[in-house]
């Protein structure tokens, strides 16, 4: 069994905008299943694909069961194309800090405005850097999960 444990934060535009990055990695994601705080996700980016199963949120939104698959190219777009709906759009930097990762995520289309950074830890109470281009802390805010904002993006709050 696999169990994420992630933080969500808001980010500071401004600050953002002057930070030196790498290449962000385009990604497009669909929701086959949103049911009962459960989602099955496919999503793609330039060269694979995956099926990502995740379990309902614990109470304080931080934790929860994951499982993912790859996929076929060819059917990961065939099913977001025919079977997802509303897919979200978004380029994803990934920036290193020490032994881990802050993933930011900045989101085109109808969710296009917002950016959001996680950083995956390996216990709820492990601490870590957080860098000066970090904003309000958004863990367990389901606005922001990818597949809230699939449905009700950010454009029309």
Not at 34 to 42: D, E, H, L, P
Not at 83 to 100: A, F
Not at 106 to 133: C, H, Q, S, Y
Request: glycine residues 8%; contains cysteine.
């Amino acid at each position: 069994m696999a169990v994420e444990m992630e933080r969500k934060f808001l980010v500071h535009t401004t600050a953002w905008e002057k930070l030196a990055k790498p290449e962000p990695e385009y990604l497009r994601q669909g929701y086959l299943s949103g049911a009962g705080g459960t989602t099955v996700r496919i999503r793609t980016t330039a060269t694979q694909a995956w099926i990502t199963i995740k379990g309902k949120s614990s109470a304080n939104g931080l934790s929860r069961l994951e499982y993912e698959y790859t996929l076929p190219m060819e059917d990961a777009r065939e099913m977001l194309d025919a079977l997802c709906g509303e897919s979200i759009e978004k380029w994803r930097y990934t920036i290193p800090t020490g032994e881990l990762n802050w993933e930011v995520d900045v989101f085109l289309g109808e969710n296009k405005g917002l950016i959001v950074a996680e950083i995956e830890v390996r216990t709820e109470e492990e601490m870590f850097n957080i860098p000066d281009w970090i904003a309000e802390e958004v863990t367990g805010d389901k606005r922001y999960y990818n597949s809230f904002l699939a449905m009700n993006p950010f454009t029309k709050w």
